[in-house]
């Protein structure tokens, strides 16, 4: 059974990083497609980066400049950098894996399984 748990999130000032994590358990981390996801109050999901089971990357355009998406293969974990955050990042992030290759990935509804989420508030 895949299992998600994100952390890392909190409350920060405009201008400060922050590394988001997703830890997964109950699948082979190594074939796994994954992603970050946010939803802002009175919004939709968004899909925010996605990587593929060879560790390449793609973003949305709107995040490219100042988030990193990784893999630690070691520890089973999904790891969002985030760099300069705004108050427009506030939102609740989560992860998501899926096997099934990216195509569509920025529709929630491609995802099989997901987190729990992990808030992040960013005050200016």
């Known amino acids: 059974q895949v299992q998600l748990v994100e952390s890392g999130g909190g409350s920060v000032q405009a201008g400060e990083s922050l590394t988001l994590s997703c830890e997964g358990s109950?699948?082979?981390?190594?074939?796994?497609?994954m992603a970050w996801f946010r939803k802002a109050p009175g919004k939709g999901r968004v899909g925010l980066a996605i990587?593929?089971?060879?560790?390449?990357?793609s973003y949305d355009d709107s995040v490219k400049d100042r988030f990193t998406i990784s893999k630690d293969y070691a520890k089973n974990t999904l790891l969002l950098q985030i760099d300069s955050l705004k108050p427009d990042d506030t939102a609740t992030y989560y992860c998501?894996?899926?096997?099934?290759?990216?195509?569509?990935?920025?529709?929630?509804?491609?995802?099989?399984?997901w987190g729990q989420g992990t808030q992040v508030t960013v005050s200016s």
């Open positions: 998501a894996a899926d096997t099934f290759g990216g195509t569509g990935w920025r529709d929630p509804g491609s995802w099989g399984d």
């Open positions: 109950g699948f082979d981390f190594s074939i796994y497609w």
């Open positions: 990587i593929d089971h060879n560790g390449d990357a």
